[in-house]
T-cell receptor, first 108, second 110 residues
Framework: AQRVTQPEKLLSVFKGAPVELKCNYS??????LFWYVQYSRQRLQLLLR??SRESIKGFTADLNKGETSFHLKKPFAQEEDSAMYYC??????????FGTGTRLQVFP | DAEITQSPRHKITETGRQVTLACHQT?????MFWYRQDLGHGLRLIHY???????NKGEVSDGYSVSRSNTEDLPLTLESAASSQTSVYFC?????????FGPGTRLTVL
């Protein structure tokens, strides 16, 4: 079955602390994985895609096929990072399968 | 600039009424999607379309329908609204690289 698991509903950290939002997937083929972010009262927007291996707003995510994971990391959290984060899997179609999301709260 | 819009942004309706949520994109994308967002469930796919006159059921399609008469629009219809359909609805269209989302419609069914 194709599935994305985000085990944490809420992650709270203080400003300057490292952040890791966990994402595990279940898919038998070669996955395409994404992180989307939704700031308060805004639409979802793409943060990262694994194929581009880029760093956006200080966030990085590495695909680990052995552990079937695509965890999102940032070494020093900022207050403006507070948002809802969704991991998503795109199988060999154009559809996206989303995880249930993790709310990141960064306290000053 | 190309964009994707949804209307209305907020809607309150009564159980049993028919409701249509509009989605319009100017990206000229063939692929369009409707999701609902619920706490604890994330985003779940309702219906999707790969082009004009093409529609497909998603994970949670019961009680919903869509039609695609042109490239720009994919309206979502709730045939007979139920309280379980109270949710935030997002429309999206996609290029080869990513999906672009609309601002969402918050629907309350009383």
């Amino acid at each position: 079955a194709q599935r994305v698991t985000q085990p944490e509903k809420l992650l709270s950290v203080f400003k300057g602390a490292p952040v890791e939002l966990k994402c595990n997937y279940s898919y038998s083929g070669s996955p395409e994985l994404f992180w989307y972010v939704q700031y308060s009262r805004q639409r979802l927007q793409l943060l990262l895609r694994h194929i581009s291996r880029e760093s956006i707003k200080g966030f990085t995510a590495d695909l680990n096929k052995g552990e079937t994971s695509f965890h999102l990391k940032k070494p020093f959290a900022q207050e403006e990072d507070s948002a809802m984060y969704y991991c998503a899997l795109r199988p060999n179609t154009d559809k996206l399968i989303f995880g249930t999301g993790t709310r990141l709260q960064v306290f000053p | 600039d190309a964009e994707i819009t949804q209307s209305p942004r907020h809607k309150i309706t009564e159980t049993g009424r028919q409701v249509t949520l509009a989605c319009h994109q100017t990206w000229n994308h063939n692929n369009m999607f409707w999701y609902r967002q619920d706490l604890g469930h994330g985003l779940r796919l309702i219906h999707y379309s790969y082009g004009v006159h093409d529609t497909n059921k998603g994970e949670v399609s019961d009680g919903y329908s869509v039609s695609r008469s042109n490239t720009e629009d994919l309206p979502l219809t709730l045939e007979s609204a139920a309280s379980s359909q109270t949710s935030v609805y997002f429309c999206a269209s996609s290029s080869a690289l990513e999906q672009f989302f609309g601002p969402g419609t918050r629907l309350t069914v009383l």
